[in-house]
């Protein structure tokens, strides 16, 4: 277990509906990332915090596609206007900034767009 | 930005035999390069990883190896088991810019009996 949990595991919506996602890393995570990961693909960085700031964001990361760390805590990751190539796996990490060290990945929310 | 290869897609080996698998990467400002293990419906994990400060590192029968001049790293498992059976992930990350990660498309490695 790596202390970062994602909620929910698995979301299916209609194409045009909004989903949001949420990321609860531990703490110490001053730095949290937001991957996406398609089928047969490694993950790609769509956007990173360090405590409540966004500091970078991928091109892959339209308009329709916001990210909010409101406390330096917890995250969400809101899709607006869904579309069928949205549907990937959403991967939250963690870090810490002092230790330098890898980010522990959270399980995933599982995206399906019908 | 980075650009990180890997190779091979696919890697089938009988258990006991040794796997390898190589990445290349094209940001020679990278220092850090993990490896993940992913299975099927599962987060990745971190299963070894190196800094661009040493050439090799071991952990049982995981190792790593870095080449700085040629910018490629590689991931030896010897003694393969049934259970190392997953995608593996190798990634590189550049120093600032928020250090995140740049992975490789995977391998699929399989073991069989």
């Known amino acids: 277990d790596t202390g970062v949990s994602q909620d929910p595991r698995h979301k299916i919506t209609k194409r045009g509906q909004n989903v949001t996602f949420r990321c609860d890393p531990i703490?110490?995570?001053?730095?949290l990332y937001w991957y996406r990961q398609t089928l047969g693909q490694g993950p790609e960085f769509l956007t990173y915090?360090?405590?409540?700031?966004?500091?970078?964001k991928s091109r892959l990361l339209s308009d329709r596609f916001s990210a909010e760390r409101p406390k330096g805590s917890f995250s969400t990751l809101e899709i607006q206007r869904t579309e069928q190539g949205d549907s990937a796996m959403y991967l939250c990490?963690?870090?810490?900034?002092?230790?330098?060290?890898?980010?522990?990945f959270g399980q995933g929310t599982r995206l399906t767009v019908v | 930005g980075e650009n990180v290869e890997q190779h091979p897609s696919t890697l089938s080996v009988q258990e006991g035999d040794s796997a390898v698998i190589k990445c290349t990467y094209s940001?020679?400002?990278?220092?850090?390069f993990p490896w993940y293990k992913q299975e099927l419906g599962k987060r990745p994990q971190l299963i070894i990883d190196?800094?661009?400060?040493?050439g090799e590192k071991k952990d049982q029968r995981i190792a790593v190896t870095l080449n700085k001049t040629a910018k490629h790293f590689s991931l030896h498992i010897t003694e393969t088991q049934p259970e190392d059976s997953a995608v593996y992930f190798c990634?590189?990350?550049?120093?600032?810019?928020?250090?995140?990660?740049?992975f490789g498309t995977g391998t699929q490695l399989k073991v069989e009996l």
């Open positions: 990490a963690g870090a810490q900034q002092s230790l330098d060290t890898e980010a522990f």
């Open positions: 703490s110490e995570h001053n730095r």
């Open positions: 190196i800094r661009s400060n040493v």
């Open positions: 990634a590189a990350k550049t120093q600032g810019g928020g250090n995140k990660l740049t």
């Open positions: 915090f360090q405590n409540e700031a966004q500091l970078e």
């Open positions: 940001d020679s400002a990278s220092n850090y």
